[in-house]
């Protein structure tokens, strides 16, 4: 995978997101974090659990130390999960920009300690799991905001987002 290539799957993947987050947006903050019984609980969990895995996957990848899962509880308000949503996009697209084609071909060793898991993947097999892992998980919540607040929701598609940034 070339760097332009994986550049323009996370700008789509942030595209989406704001797509979703306009969705949201309509929710009040108690609606925000409503325990709905599905998946994470609230819709504000899983954006925050969105929101951790990038982050953890990001730090992986860059060789950092592993940073703690985010807190649901600590984004108690769309606002305090907007700016920290925000905070990871310039984050994680700073460190996807960095990227030349050798950094994706790259072999990465990985292990999930608490699922028993490890393996080794290319740098660019892993940032296409996190970009997928997103898309699951923005479905999901537009399925919650749809059936239980009954709020019109988007399309997330990747060629939605090819349209759009090819219109001058």
């Known amino acids: 995978m070339k760097p332009n290539e994986i550049k323009t799957l996370f700008d789509y993947n942030f595209w989406a997101f704001d797509k979703v987050w306009s969705c949201v947006m309509r929710l009040t903050d108690e609606q925000f974090v409503q325990e709905l019984g ?3 609980g609230s819709i504000r969990n899983q954006v925050v659990h969105m929101m951790s895995a990038t982050r953890r996957w990001i730090a992986r990848l860059n060789g ?12 108690a308000t769309r ?7 925000n905070k990871l996009r310039a984050e994680t697209m700073m460190y996807i ?5 050798a950094d994706l071909d790259g072999i990465i060793f ?3 300690p608490d699922r028993g898991m490890s393996a080794e993947n290319t740098r660019w097999e892993i940032l296409l799991h996190v970009a997928n892992h997103a898309t699951d998980h923005r479905a999901q919540i537009l399925a919650m905001l749809n059936q239980h607040f009954g709020i019109e929701t988007v399309e997330q598609d990747l060629l939605f987002y090819l349209l759009e940034a090819k219109q001058p």
Request: hydrophobic fraction near 45%; charge should be negative; glycine fraction near 0%.
């Open 110 to 112: 990985w292990q999930l």
């Open 64 to 75: 950092s130390e592993m940073v703690s899962h985010l807190a649901f509880d600590d984004f």
């Open 38 to 40: 599905y998946s994470r």
């Open 79 to 85: 606002a305090a999960t907007t700016a920290r949503w």
């Open 97 to 101: 920009s960095s990227l030349t084609e």
